[in-house]
């Protein structure tokens, strides 16, 4: 006599889903929806109007790819000998240093600000 395999998977599927959901029913959450009403208040202005570093910051990703022109106040400039210097070392003994490693020096670089007190991180680099 030949085996049929078509029938008993629908048996099985039968007998599976004849059981009962309810049985099978997890644990109840033992979190519950609070009835406390909180009192937020408004979502406050974020006022850009005249901080055009502010607003760089901000919007900072719609700005890639375009031409900006920014104005503000330079709040630090990278200085190399004052970085490098040694301590009890002089001018001249610094500067022949910095001409055999030229690596000793980072990139020029400067940080502009909305004004003249704008800290160093909340300044544009």
């Given at each position: 006599?030949?085996?049929r395999h078509g029938l008993r998977p629908v048996l099985l599927c039968l007998?599976?889903?004849?059981?009962?959901?309810?049985?099978?029913?997890?644990?109840?959450?033992?979190?519950?929806?609070?009835?406390?009403?909180?009192?937020?208040?408004?979502?406050?202005?974020?006022?850009?109007?005249?901080?055009?570093?502010?607003?760089?910051?901000?919007?900072?990703?719609?700005?890639?790819?375009?031409?900006?022109?920014?104005?503000?106040?330079?709040?630090?400039?990278?200085?190399?000998?004052?970085?490098?210097?040694?301590?009890?070392?002089?001018?001249?003994?610094?500067?022949?240093?910095?001409?055999?490693?030229?690596?000793?020096?980072?990139?020029?670089?400067?940080?502009?600000?909305?004004?003249?007190?704008?800290?160093?991180?909340?300044?544009?680099?």
């Amino acid at each position: 006599m030949p085996h049929r395999h078509g029938l008993r998977p629908v048996l099985l599927c039968l007998l599976f889903t004849a059981c009962g959901e309810d049985k099978l029913k997890g644990p109840e959450a033992e979190v519950h929806k609070s009835e406390v009403k909180l009192n937020i208040p408004a979502v406050p202005a974020f006022d850009l109007a005249n901080k055009p570093i502010k607003e760089l910051r901000v919007k900072g990703k719609k700005k890639l790819k375009t031409d900006v022109t920014v104005k503000g106040f330079v709040t630090w400039v990278y200085d190399c000998p004052t970085a490098v210097r040694q301590p009890q070392e002089s001018d001249k003994d610094l500067q022949d240093r910095i001409d055999k490693d030229p690596t000793l020096c980072e990139r020029p670089k400067f940080f502009i600000g909305d004004d003249k007190d704008t800290p160093a991180e909340k300044s544009l680099t």
